[in-house]
């Protein structure tokens, strides 16, 4: 930086116009208020230079000088190119407004530079990121040439905005798919809770031959760990340290979170234990609620002690994780100690989850007075979950009065789930009250709700197969019949010859 200061001031000693030089070399830097300031004081600036600059603030997300600098340039007499446009378009979509685009893209037309697939390809992402899917999806059906990057543009938009089934429309009908294009697909699958879908992307994308990269893999671990998929996250783990992928930090949280879901926690603690010194908040947050999931309090809250001594302040989320851990321990003094610290010593105002792991806590303690009172002060309206921890604790403990209130609020709350029927009737009928229980049926059958049937995942072969009770809709159904009614035989026969023995021995 200092040779470059010396070069611009024996430059403006000399008369020597290094502009260009200096500024392409400022920005490498990178130091772009410098460039930006040497661009000011150039005399007659270059369309390469305000590109130069534009994509420099373009990269970092800074959309306000990218178009004060379009309007410089426009001021000036400098007409831009494509290569203008496709910067000031990626900058554009971190703007709030979409109007500011639209402006750029009305000039982008009457500049006639609308063959560039760069420009077109960046225009249909703002317009996708900035929640304007019908201009992204108008600008896409009126462009004839579409590349790979083009469709990968419009089909991530969707994605990213939860139409899934027009992402998917659309990438079926690609021409031709990189891994960019499956990582999309799965990425938006994930990320709006088709884990199941991205699962089984992930599988064909892998079955076409193409090779999961940092990103692929950051995205169907999620899914892995709600599917409960542990074999194919095992051989991801595997794949992902043999091409280096574990120095990528979304790729060991995404691992670390993957492991404490499908219950092997030893695991995931040897990942936390693996990134060492690189632990962010996230991996912090994700150990404490690996750890409070599997009922480990103790650890829970010797690791918060060892987050706090390494100078990582937490969050929201931390503490969601630490009073799920007193919950399961039984720590009804620890819990309220830490519910007191979030605001006294963090700042931190307790949102809805934190409410309902505190009712959670009471309420599991037999302290439903005070949970309900809890309930009572929150500055906010509960919610199911408030309602059902009460509901829940006071099932628990046979408290008809409090769960009266509780499934009053929840049917008000959620009147087509029969769970808050059902729990209510199982506590009516626990003290005798067969009038209460009548009471509900009939509330249930006028209001056409019925329980639905519940069913179980399992993985085999390194797909996940989805079934309920006595389920004959897989393709193999008479197969996996005749196995079990063969297993019953068998079971049946052993324990008939085991009956004999012991007959035997008896006499």
């Not at 930090?249 to 234990?273: H, P």
Request: net charge neutral.
């Amino acid at each position: 930086m200092n040779r470059l200061r010396q070069i611009h001031a024996y430059t403006l000693r000399n008369g020597i116009d290094n502009t260009k030089l200096l500024i392409v070399d400022l920005l490498e830097i990178p130091n772009i208020s410098y460039a930006h300031r040497l661009l000011d004081h150039t005399p007659s600036p270059t369309l390469f230079l305000f590109n130069k600059v534009i994509q420099a603030y373009s990269s970092l997300r800074q959309p306000l000088p990218c178009l004060r600098l379009y309007s410089r340039m426009c001021l000036r007499g400098c007409p831009p190119n494509q290569h203008s446009f496709t910067f000031l378009f990626a900058a554009s979509a971190s703007l709030s407004s979409p109007l500011p685009g639209m402006m750029l893209h009305t000039h982008f037309l009457r500049s006639g530079f609308d063959f560039d697939v760069f420009a077109l390809t960046a225009l249909i992402d703002m317009y996708a990121k900035l929640g304007e899917l019908g201009s992204a999806r108008q600008v896409f059906d009126e462009t004839p040439m579409r590349d790979t990057p083009i469709w990968n543009s419009i089909v991530s938009g969707y994605a990213r905005r939860g139409y899934m089934v027009e992402a998917l429309e659309l990438f079926r009908t690609m021409p031709c798919k990189n891994v960019i294009s499956w990582t999309s697909i799965i990425s938006g699958c994930s990320q709006n809770g088709h884990s199941a879908d991205a699962l089984k992307m992930f599988l064909e994308m892998e079955e076409g031959g193409f090779r999961p990269n940092e990103v692929t893999v950051a995205s169907v671990l999620p899914a892995c760990a709600n599917l409960g998929a542990l074999e194919i996250g095992e051989r991801i783990e595997t794949y992902a340290r043999g091409n280096g992928f574990l120095k990528n930090m979304y790729v060991c949280n995404a691992l670390l979170e993957m492991y404490a879901k499908c219950g092997k926690i030893d695991a995931a603690r040897r990942v936390f234990d693996e990134i060492g010194s690189r632990r962010g908040l996230c991996s912090w947050n994700t150990m404490i609620a690996g750890l409070a999931s599997h009922g480990k309090c103790n650890e829970v809250l010797e690791l918060y002690d060892q987050m706090l001594s390494e100078g990582t302040i937490p969050d929201d989320i931390t503490f969601v994780g630490l009073l799920l851990a007193c919950t399961h321990g039984g720590l009804v003094a620890e819990g309220r100690r830490l519910f007191k610290s979030m605001g006294s010593d963090y700042g931190i105002s307790p949102k809805l989850e934190h409410y309902g792991c505190m009712v959670d806590l009471l309420g599991r303690a037999g302290k439903l007075q005070e949970a309900r009172d809890l309930i009572r002060s929150m500055p906010m309206k509960p919610d199911s979950v408030i309602w059902g921890a009460l509901l829940g604790a006071c099932s628990f403990h046979g408290d008809v009065e409090f769960a009266e209130e509780a499934a009053e609020s929840l049917i008000e709350l959620e009147p087509w789930n029969p769970g808050n029927y059902v729990v209510l009737s199982n506590i009516y009928a626990s003290v005798g009250r067969w009038d209460g229980v009548s009471k509900l049926r009939k509330m249930m059958k006028g209001e056409n709700i019925t329980k639905a049937a519940g069913y179980s995942i399992i993985q085999e072969g390194g797909e996940i197969h989805k079934f309920i009770v006595e389920d004959k809709s897989h393709v193999k159904s008479s197969e996996i019949y005749a196995m079990l009614r063969g297993i019953s035989a068998a079971m049946k026969i052993r324990r008939q010859a085991t009956v004999f023995e012991c007959e035997l021995v008896g006499f």
